[in-house]
């Protein structure tokens, strides 16, 4: 039996002749073009709420009176993300030691798995 590719687009029949470099700079291009607009697009609409948001003084009032009254509650979500950076920084610090100790006892570069489950 033959190779079934799953999920391919491509027609049967020889392959397609491979891109060049114009072709592919062409798509980079544009697809740099697109990002930016939508970039773009999504500022002036976040800037034109912003300018227009009135309605969200109440709420943001209350959000205040929340984080002055709860000041454990503001100090937590202020430093989350310094938590989760230290998180990551951690997990790739036991990759490290891990891999460091395999070079060690094989005495050259040894793959080991990014994570153990």
């Known amino acids: ?4 590719l799953v999920g391919s687009s491509a027609p049967p029949g020889p392959p397609a ?4 470099v114009t072709a592919r700079l062409g798509r980079a291009a544009l697809l740099l073009a697109v990002a930016t607009a939508l970039a773009l697009a ?3 609409v ?6 227009r948001a009135d309605f969200l003084t109440a709420a943001a009032a209350s959000v205040v009176r929340l984080m002055f009254e709860h ?4 100090a937590a979500l202020a430093a989350s993300p310094l938590f989760a950076v230290l998180l990551v920084g951690y997990g790739y610090m ?6 460091r100790a395999a070079q060690k006892a094989g005495g050259g570069a040894v ?4 994570a153990r489950r």
């Open 17 to 20: 002749a491979p891109e060049t």
């Open 1 to 4: 039996m033959g190779d079934l």
């Open 111 to 114: 793959a080991v798995p990014a």
């Open 46 to 51: 976040v800037l034109g709420l912003v300018f």
């Open 71 to 74: 000041g454990v509650l503001a």
């Open 94 to 99: 036991q990759r490290a030691i891990r891999r």
């Open 42 to 44: 999504s500022s002036a």
